[in-house]
């Protein structure tokens, strides 16, 4: 039970270790590859929502965002900025996890 719970605890420490452990090994790298499919598909999701916004906005609401207004263009400026942020972050961030997985796998094979 203490072996669980310092392994739950030590994934949330500032600094990880590299666990000793082959399963354990293989199974944060086989997590560390899901979460970056998760997030690269949360960031395509916002992607299609901000692009059908930004086709679909101005004639559902012709009133709040007239494209011919200049005070609709930060709205639509926003409708492209924000995905662009999200693609940005999470390419940042599936960049670490790779890192990450690439360091495991060699611990992995240097245990071999």
Do not use: C, H
């Amino acid at each position: 039970m203490n072996k669980i719970v310092k392994n739950v605890f030590s994934k949330f420490s500032s600094k990880e270790k590299i666990s000793t452990d082959k399963n354990m090994l293989m199974f944060q790298i086989s997590e560390l590859k899901k979460d970056k499919i998760l997030y690269t598909l949360e960031s395509l999701t916002v992607s299609m929502l901000a692009l059908l916004l930004f086709i679909g906005a101005p004639s559902v609401f012709p009133e709040i965002i007239n494209p011919y207004l200049p005070s609709s263009l930060k709205i639509m400026q926003a409708l492209v900025a924000v995905p662009v942020a999200v693609s940005v972050l999470v390419l940042i961030t599936n960049l670490f996890r790779w890192i990450k997985i690439m360091k495991f796998q060699k611990a992995l094979s240097s245990k071999k």
